[in-house]
């Protein structure tokens, strides 16, 4: 959309802008037709459905004015996967609209554009459209995921059953420790744990291998984006069930463990602070083997965490059992 009042701050204009920085970008995507027109086109195979999902990156919320601007471009696109991944959808493509402010200019942009054509590459995705503007506000980079998946096959947050098992992907805490640490908290934390610890804030990863064939064999799963038990929560609540977490089975990394240690506070930490991208699921204790294989097969560890029970709400417990009052269970923005 155009705003005739509106000047680009940008040294090219909008146009040279997205012909220069993302026409490239739709490569391989013959129904992206090179951004040349109001809409792309795309076909999902025979049977199977679309899934959509957008989020929005806003400076000063979710990256800062300083933060690479490759980096930025990638982390916005991986959030989405995580998405789609948790989902259990193969990524077909997404649409990026930009609201840039005056301070953006070109070099900003084209590092933002290799950043993602890297990520287009790991991920096997094309750039399908998008929307520039420009705004008086913070840089806002929202993107749209698209996938697909056989039809009927979504696994949704709501199919928890009461006797089933909760597990999650990966480790949790570690992208919430690399913004404490970003923060200048914990300064004595070893320079390795440290950079692998912040690398994990900047760059989630998207677990879309082992995504794929959990929603084989998961009742209810979502990404871990807010934090572990505010998440679950969100498919306890959904799925009217109540969910019940072993503190001491939560998996932390070694990199966590050497700047927290793996006490209990730590372990609440971990699974309170945002950012994990990893996926929690439920599924019935005869896909336990499965998942063991999944798990072999995509060299992601797979952790079973608790279980799922008659009630509503989730709960946190000590090694003796005992609960955990847990007074932030992850992140919200209002
Ligand atoms: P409209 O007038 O409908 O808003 P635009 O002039 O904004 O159309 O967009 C022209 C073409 O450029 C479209 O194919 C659109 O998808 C693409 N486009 C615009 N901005 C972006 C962007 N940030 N990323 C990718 N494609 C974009
Ligand atoms: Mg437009």
Do not use: C
Request: proline share 7%; hydrophobic share 45%; charged share 20%.
């Amino acid at each position: 959309m155009t705003n005739p009042s509106s000047e680009s701050p940008r040294r090219i204009g909008e146009f040279e802008l997205i012909a220069k920085y993302f026409a490239p970008l739709t490569e391989g995507s013959p129904g992206a037709l090179g951004l040349t027109d109001d809409a792309a086109y795309l076909r999902v195979p025979a049977g199977h459905e679309l899934v959509a999902t957008v989020d929005a990156l806003v400076e000063g919320v979710h990256f800062l004015r300083d933060d690479l601007p490759a980096t930025i471009g990638a982390k916005a696109l991986r959030v989405n996967l995580s998405d789609l991944a948790a989902k259990g959808a193969v990524p077909l493509g997404y649409l990026l609209a930009l609201s840039l402010p005056a301070w953006v200019d070109e070099s900003w942009v084209a590092q933002f554009a290799a950043g993602l054509s890297d990520d287009q590459l790991r991920f096997a995705i094309p750039l399908l459209g998008g929307d520039t503007t420009t705004t008086p506000g913070p840089l806002v980079i929202s993107i749209t995921a698209l996938g697909h998946l056989a039809a009927g096959k979504a696994v949704h947050r709501s199919g928890a059953r009461a006797g089933d098992i909760v597990f999650v992907t990966g480790s949790v805490g570690d992208a919430g420790a690399g913004l404490d640490l970003l923060r200048g908290n914990q300064l004595a934390a070893p320079e390795e744990s440290r950079a692998a610890l912040v690398a994990r804030y900047r760059l989630p990863e998207p677990r879309l291998d082992p995504g794929q064939p959990i929603a084989q064999v998961a009742t209810a799963a979502l990404d871990v984006s807010d934090g572990l038990i505010a998440d679950l929560n969100h498919i306890a609540q959904t799925s009217r069930v109540r969910i019940v977490v072993n503190a001491a089975q939560i998996p932390l990394s070694p990199a966590f463990i050497a700047v927290y240690g793996d006490d209990l506070a730590a372990r609440v930490k971990a699974a309170t602070s945002g950012d994990d991208y990893e996926i929690a699921f439920t599924a019935p204790a005869s896909a336990r083997g499965a998942i063991a294989l999944i798990a072999a097969e995509t060299g992601i560890p797979v952790t079973e965490i608790g279980r799922v029970e008659a009630g509503e709400g989730i709960a946190l417990l000590d090694s003796r059992g005992n609960v955990v009052p847990v007074t932030h269970p992850g992140w919200q923005h209002f």
